[in-house]
């Protein structure tokens, strides 16, 4: 089946540093068009965070371009979303999500394939 299982959340205080990975299996990787992080506030509505395509070409929310760098490891079937000078405001919790082939790479809540969720905590 079908799974993506985040790893690396944790807390931090603002202006740390965290790195999220997110491990492929049952299907192969390479079928995934884009690869996606989305986040979500108890709340409020998922937002996407960062993706990445099958050309590495890469899509970031305003609100963390420059800050966080998404990347992936396709041999290792691993995504992974380094962040950067973390503030209060990106607490959440952390989704990794998946694109199949023949789709498109946007940063819209409508992926395939998805997490559990990686919690995030950012303290002033």
């Known amino acids: 089946q079908v799974q993506l299982v985040e790893s690396g959340g944790g807390s931090v205080q603002s202006g740390g540093s965290l790195r999220l990975s997110c491990a492929a299996s049952?299907?192969?990787?390479?079928?995934?068009?884009?690869m996606g992080w989305f986040r979500q506030v108890p709340g409020e509505e998922r937002e996407g965070v960062a993706a990445?395509?099958?050309?590495?070409?890469?899509y970031y929310a305003d609100s963390v371009k420059g800050r966080f760098t998404i990347s992936q490891d396709r041999a290792k079937n691993t995504l992974y979303l380094q962040m950067n000078s973390l503030k209060p405001e990106d607490t959440a919790m952390y989704y990794c999500?998946?694109?199949?082939?023949?789709?498109?790479?946007?940063?819209?809540?409508?992926?395939?394939?998805w997490g559990q969720g990686a919690q995030v905590t950012v303290s002033s």
């Open positions: 999500a998946a694109e199949a082939a023949g789709g498109s790479c946007h940063l819209r809540d409508e992926y395939n394939y």
């Open positions: 049952g299907y192969p990787y390479s079928s995934y068009y884009c």
């Open positions: 990445i395509d099958s050309y590495s070409g890469t």
